[in-house]
């Protein structure tokens, strides 16, 4: 190996010392180098709709090559603002309002870049999905944290409006929620907004699970709420629903004021998404209604099966209605740690998943879960199963 360039006295900056790198994509990489199942990261290890591929092919076959508009191609824009018209009963002006991002990864931080000052504070729900404490010090706030209860990972209303000061600018939520499957009902997104309403705060809503829920739950945006459109952000993309995380195309809808400080962000970050895939976008956000019907009762099968292998193997599983995650309680192997217990699996099972601890402020309140993905094939699940009922009680 090259001996690596660079001098270890030369400094780099605070923000980069306020986080580790991500644990999900490091267990990814622990999966490879042991062959391990991989069911940590949340991609699907299946293929994506062949329509969409195909208009992929197409449009770069049809030279759709060149940078497109900074903030997205027209038509995708469109179909954008037509899917969120249909699902919220919202109307929104394609030309202002959406603005397509390099994933809901960019989508969330050009959004908080665009709406938060240094010195003030984001209110986030956990356990929480690993990017959205980094995105709050990448902005220079500070994140404050309302914690989500087992079973049900419910919330003290209370305990929500105490998190929220004269610094507060945006809460960030997450339904269907990751890493715990909740679907917030239209209570609790009523509390949270009534909440909000009284604030100068955005809700900056992560919607990317808005296909996946089960048990009958629905799938409510904050933005169809009596005049939340207002003041809510909402990001989503092609990553989960069309099982295309590799593309990296999302988009936010916002009002136009804050669209054009958002867009603003997003250029100067990245320039634009790639142009070919957004216009495979459009294919794909026109699929007709039976592909998102099939697309949920597909995971829902892969989540029953899941529950029934993780309960077998003594595992407590907080059931998701919604998202391609399992978490589980692992009190009942006697391990000291959620860290412990996950390298355990990878280099003894051979099943790789995430540590608990990495979606809480403090690593204590996770050290007795992990958390399983289920986007996977039949087979995969088949092999995990395998490996999982040699995991000693
Ligand atoms: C809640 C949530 N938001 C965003 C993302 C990433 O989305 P994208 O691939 O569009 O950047 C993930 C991926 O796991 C996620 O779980």
């Given at each position: 190996m090259a001996t690596p360039i660079g001098d270890e006295r030369l400094p780099i900056s605070r923000k980069s010392h306020q986080f580790t790198e991500s644990v999900i994509r490091e267990m990814t990489r622990l999966a490879m180098e042991y062959g391990a199942v991989n069911?940590?990261?949340?991609?699907?290890d299946f293929p994506a709709p062949t329509e969409v591929k195909e208009a992929a092919v197409a449009a770069i076959r049809g030279d759709i090559n060149q940078y497109a508009i900074t903030w997205g191609a027209r038509d995708f824009r469109s179909a954008i603002a037509d899917q969120f018209a249909e699902t919220t009963g919202v109307a929104v002006d394609p030309e202002q309002q959406v603005t397509v991002c390099c994933g809901a990864t960019e989508a969330m931080i050009s959004s908080l870049l665009a709406v938060v000052n240094p010195g003030e504070e984001v209110v986030i729900f956990e356990?929480?999905?690993?990017n959205y404490g980094p995105d709050a010090i990448i902005c220079g706030a500070a994140p404050r944290f309302v914690r989500l209860k087992p079973p049900d990972w419910t919330f003290d209303p209370a305990e929500l409006a105490a998190a929220?000061?004269?610094?507060?600018?945006a809460l960030i939520l997450n339904s269907?929620?990751?890493?715990?499957?909740k679907v917030f009902s239209r209570e609790e997104l009523e509390a949270i907004a009534e909440i909000v309403r009284g604030t100068n705060a955005y809700v900056v809503t992560d919607?990317?699970?808005?296909?996946?829920?089960?048990?009958?739950c629905r799938h409510i945006s904050?933005?169809?709420?009596?005049?939340?459109a207002e003041r809510t952000i909402t990001i989503n993309g092609l990553s989960k629903t069309y099982s295309?995380?590799?593309?990296r195309v999302g988009y936010v809808v916002a009002p136009p004021q804050t669209s054009r400080a958002i867009r603003k962000m997003h250029d100067f970050l990245?320039?634009?998404?790639?142009a070919p895939l957004q216009q495979a976008g459009v294919t794909a956000l026109g699929l007709p209604r039976g592909y998102y019907r099939k697309l949920a009762a597909d995971y829902l099968t892969r989540r029953d099966r899941m529950l029934a292998v993780l309960e077998g193997a003594g595992f407590g599983c907080y059931k998701?209605?919604?998202?391609y995650y399992i978490m589980t309680d692992?009190?009942?192997?006697?391990?000291?740690?959620d860290i412990e217990f996950a390298e355990y699996l990878i280099k003894s099972i051979g099943v790789a998943v995430v540590p608990g601890?990495?979606?809480?402020?403090?690593?204590a309140l996770g050290c007795q879960q992990v958390r399983f993905a289920f986007c996977k094939t039949q087979a995969t699940l088949d092999e995990a199963a395998k490996r999982l009922s040699k995991v000693k009680k």
């Open positions: 069911l940590a990261q949340g991609f699907p356990p929480f999905y690993e929220f000061s004269e610094r507060t600018r269907p929620h990751n890493p715990t499957g919607e990317i699970y808005q296909y996946l829920v089960y048990d009958g904050m933005a169809a709420l009596p005049s939340m295309v995380t590799g593309w990245t320039v634009g998404a790639a998701p209605h919604g998202a692992i009190s009942s192997f006697g391990f000291a740690s601890s990495s979606f809480y402020s403090d690593p």
